[in-house]
Structures are given as structure tokens and as C-alpha cells.
């Protein structure tokens, strides 16, 4: 059997003591899964470019979506949640609720990169104490402390959802975001 002299073995001896407590700000797997990485702040409203295309419902009782399309300007961010969407009236101002059953699921949009969200809505009937007469929508993004993007609403009065002639909250729901493009 060979043996390595004194010297030789405390030098490897040190070096691989030194090795194991080197720290080389990887992170583990279990800690990458669960911390936000570098770049992955909130979206903010002033970094995203916007788009609406809308596929209007047609008659009182017809369902109609609205989608806005966002386009990513500025750094790497992530959405974490649903938009935050209003509809607003002359008088007064709804919120709208998630999809039913809909979860929101983190995505991380690279510069260039675009994601979209649907608004889906019952249309009312003109005039009808029944329906709210929306003006405007308008929508923030989840973590961002900015004021909110507004959208000209021209796609028909909406309906409530209890049929009421007051207060009623209006017939619609937000998707969350969804991956867009290739």
C-alpha cells in the first residue's frame, strides 16, 4: 500500500474542507423553487404596452368577450394573481370576479413577451333598469401599486347578475392571464 507523505496529505485534506464550505450563491433546488429569482418583480401597467380586441355580444342575453392583449416593454416581471377589473357606470361601479373554478397561475413574461386576459359578459338590454350601463373598464395588475389602466367601454350595457334594478353586481368574470403568442 502506498502512503502519501505528511505534508501531501494535510494540503488535501485542507483543500477539500476548503471545497465543501465554499458557498457558490447557488441556490438548492428546493430554495430556486420556492424564492423569486433576479428579475421577476411585478408588472407594472407603465412598462406594458396594451391591446384591446373585443368580440362583442350582439343582443341583450348574448355573451361577449373583451380580451386585452399586454406586451412587455420593459424588464423581465411576473403576474401572480388575477387582473383586478371595474366596470364602471355614470352612477356607480362593479367589480368583477375570477372565471368560476378558475385558478391564477404565476407567469413570467421576458422583454418582447405578451400574455392577455379575457373580460366575459352578459349583455343587457338598453335602457333596462336591469342592466348597467358600463362607460369604462378598467384593470390593475396584481402586486402593482400604480393606478389603474382605463378602457372605453362600447360593447353594450351589462347585465346584472341578480336582475335587479340596483346594485346589483354585473354578469361578468376575468380570466386570468394566459400565455399569448408563439
Not at 450563491?25 to 423569486?36: Q, T
Not at 366596470?87 to 373554478?101: N, R, W
Not at 360593447?155 to 346584472?160: F, H, I, N, S
Amino acid at each position: 500500500m502506498r502512503t502519501l507523505p505528511p505534508l501531501a496529505l494535510a494540503t488535501a485534506l485542507a483543500a477539500t474542507l476548503l471545497l465543501t464550505a465554499c458557498d457558490d450563491d447557488k441556490a438548492s433546488s428546493d430554495d430556486a423553487k420556492n424564492a423569486d429569482r433576479p428579475g421577476s418583480s411585478a408588472c407594472a401597467i407603465g412598462d406594458l404596452g396594451v391591446e384591446v380586441g373585443a368580440g362583442a355580444a350582439p343582443a341583450a342575453g348574448d355573451t361577449g368577450n373583451v380580451t386585452v392583449t399586454l406586451t412587455n416593454n420593459g424588464a423581465p416581471c411576473t403576474l401572480k394573481g388575477f387582473p383586478a377589473v371595474d366596470l364602471a357606470a355614470e352612477d356607480s361601479t362593479t367589480s368583477v370576479s375570477p372565471e368560476e373554478g378558475a385558478k391564477a397561475q404565476p407567469l413570467t413574461l421576458g422583454k418582447g413577451s405578451t400574455t392577455s386576459f379575457t373580460i366575459t359578459y352578459v349583455r343587457g338590454k338598453a335602457g333596462a333598469a336591469q342592466s348597467l350601463a358600463v362607460r369604462k373598464a378598467s384593470f390593475t395588475l396584481p402586486g402593482a401599486s400604480e393606478d389603474a389602466h382605463d378602457l372605453t367601454w362600447s360593447y353594450g350595457e351589462v347585465a346584472r347578475r341578480d336582475g335587479s334594478s340596483s346594485g346589483g353586481a354585473a354578469q361578468a368574470s376575468v380570466s386570468g392571464f394566459e400565455s399569448a403568442g408563439d
